[in-house]
């Protein structure tokens, strides 16, 4: 995956608010927080950047291999939908 633009992060601080050096995130934690907190544009922004296949491999990984899943129920509900869908 493409890194994304530290200047794009930092204009969203609010995403991950206790993080003090939002740079340092990993790709994980960029999209549990776009998804969870995000507008759809930057979701958009995300796909551009890292591709909605691979978008749908970390999903995967963050909901069904991990433990303990971070996001909110209807942000689930409207991913695995939307990644049904679009993620071949």
């Known amino acids: 995956m493409s890194r994304i633009n530290h200047d794009w992060l930092r204009e969203r601080k609010m995403y991950w ?3 003090p050096d939002v740079t340092q995130l990993d790709e994980e934690a960029i999209l549990e927080g776009v998804m969870n907190y995000g507008r759809w544009s930057d979701f958009l922004y995300l796909k551009k950047h890292w591709g909605v296949v691979e978008i749908n491999k970390l999903y995967q990984y963050m909901t069904k291999i991990k433990k303990r899943v971070n996001l909110r ?3 689930i509900a409207l991913f ?3 990644l049904a869908k679009y993620a071949h």
Request: aromatic share 34%.
């Open 17 to 19: 608010w206790w993080v």
């Open 73 to 75: 129920p209807e942000k």
């Open 80 to 82: 695995n939908n939307y």
